[in-house]
């Protein structure tokens, strides 16, 4: 089933004209229905202003059955990437149930996949040592995991296209000991960079390596680039745009406990993360601290704020940023979309959670929702978006709320599956979306104890759902 919902109603004249939807439960069958000129036609004269449709019903593979559920290692938000494709092959990585570092490919829209249990055994009772991946331009995998700051854990496929791995390798050799958070960035002509952190949670910084195509080989770009100066570090998110602008945003945290995360900031490099700019154009120095950088949104701490969650951004200046928290006035942590438009920061919360939590600790936290994802496309003179998420509220769903323009308020929630996925957390195939707008996500049940807990859990299904947003919009 395929689950449609309206969140909220919006004040003002489009409330006045909104017509209520209620919940529809499509099979194949009304969705043919419901995308029909006739159907169309009489949502404008009821006075809806958008009608979320699907192009395709979401659409599951299996991969296999024996993913390691102990805890949310195969999951967490901040997997870059759990799935890349590169050319007409997809690729993911997973934990098995014996902690082996398991690949596989397959043909885009096939179901069978082609799967390699590797050499490598990971320690997947810790949910930060998750695997991050991605393809060059010349179709090499490139492979990081275990990783939490320990020395770095790195290869690549012997060959272009291969399941088989190398040995393991450095990448410069510089600041490789206390490595946390590899997340793999491809450029358009088929470069990578490789992002991590240096250091622990309260005093970690910033590095970026490039991997060079025609060179073969890593080569440093950044050595600290945010740096906590000892006292904090960033948890960040970044994004490549259209033109490799690469964008970066990121919360502080004064120490191990989630709840002192702060602020949330933003920086972008038009040359490969060499230099770097506030979205004014003013240029930064060579490092970022606390006190020089340009603050999209003002956040105290003990605010519930999440850290590492996703964003979009392109080349003519449009950025949107998702994370969640609470304001000062509730105490129902809400998803929230800051963004920029002329020439200043704003705020979108999408409003529709009813339950509140509270966040404090160290380790890998259980909690009642997932950090979101964001994805964002082109609508006519706006930017239409979607905040992928789960939420206890919501029988622990794979959910998407659905906005045709991101800087309004009428959000819409999806169900794109029935099933309860524990405390999933959302990743995904970000070159397939750049490529043919399908989001193809990272499927697994998986259960979480709070502060880095195991849990007794037997081994559960490895899928990838694709899914295909579609809006259709009245004059």
């Not at 997947?124 to 991050?132: E, F, L, V």
């Not at 990783?147 to 600041?175: D, F």
């Not at 120490?255 to 979205?279: E, F, I, M």
């Not at 239409?384 to 323009?405: G, L, P, T, W, Y």
């Amino acid at each position: 089933m395929y689950k449609i919902e309206k969140s909220y109603a919006v004040s003002g004249p489009i409330a006045q004209k909104r017509c209520i939807l209620g919940v529809i439960k499509l099979n194949f069958r009304m969705r043919k229905l419901l995308l029909s000129k006739s159907v169309f036609c009489l949502c404008s004269v009821l006075g809806l202003m958008w009608l979320p449709a699907v192009a395709q019903l979401p659409k599951i593979s299996t991969i296999a059955s024996n993913g390691w559920a102990k805890n949310s290692v195969n999951t967490v938000v901040f997997r870059k990437n759990s799935l890349v494709t590169f050319r007409q092959t997809q690729y993911a990585a997973y934990y098995d149930d014996e902690q082996y570092m398991v690949l596989a490919k397959r043909k885009l829209g096939a179901t069978q996949w082609e799967v390699s249990r590797t050499q490598y055994q990971g320690d997947a009772a810790d949910a930060h040592k998750s695997i991050s991946i991605s393809v060059d331009g010349d179709g090499f995998l490139h492979v990081a995991w275990g990783q939490h700051n320990n020395q770095l854990n790195y290869c690549r496929s012997k060959s272009a296209g291969s399941l088989v791995l190398g040995i393991k390798a450095s990448m410069t050799g510089l600041k490789e000991n206390k490595v946390s958070y590899p997340e793999f960035y491809r450029l358009g002509k088929g470069d990578l960079l490789f992002f991590y952190r240096d250091g622990g949670s309260g005093n970690g910084n910033l590095m970026i390596n490039r991997y060079h195509r025609k060179l073969k080989r890593w080569l440093p770009v950044q050595d600290g680039l945010i740096d906590g100066e000892g006292k904090r570090s960033a948890y960040w998110q970044a994004f490549v745009d259209e033109e490799d602008g690469v964008h970066l945003s990121w919360v502080w945290r004064e120490s191990p406990d989630v709840a002192s995360n702060h602020d949330l900031c933003y920086a972008k490099s038009l040359d490969g993360g060499r230099t770097w700019q506030k979205s004014s154009g003013e240029k930064y120095a060579t490092t970022i601290t606390a006190e020089n950088a340009e603050y999209a949104y003002r956040i105290p701490q003990k605010s519930e704020l999440i850290n590492q969650t996703s964003m979009y951004a392109n080349a003519q200046g449009a950025i949107f940023i998702a994370s969640y928290w609470r304001n000062g006035q509730d105490d129902i942590p809400q998803y929230r979309v800051v963004y920029k438009q002329n020439d200043k920061w704003e705020l979108n919360t999408l409003k529709f959670r009813k339950t509140p939590f509270t966040l404090s600790g160290g380790g890998t936290k259980s909690i009642p929702i997932s950090r979101p994802q964001l994805v964002a496309w082109k609508n006519g003179p706006v930017h239409a978006a979607a905040v992928i998420f789960r939420d206890a509220e919501r029988q622990s769903k794979i959910s998407v709320a659905v906005n045709q323009d991101v800087t309004g308020e009428q959000w819409s929630v999806l169900d794109l599956g029935s099933e309860d996925v524990g405390n999933w957390e959302p990743s995904f195939d970000t070159q397939l979306w750049k490529r043919r707008r399908t989001l193809s996500l990272f499927v697994q049940k998986v259960i979480q104890i709070d502060g880095e807990g195991k849990a007794n859990a037997a081994a559960s299904k490895v899928q990838v759902l694709d899914w295909k947003p579609v809006f259709h919009t009245t004059n």
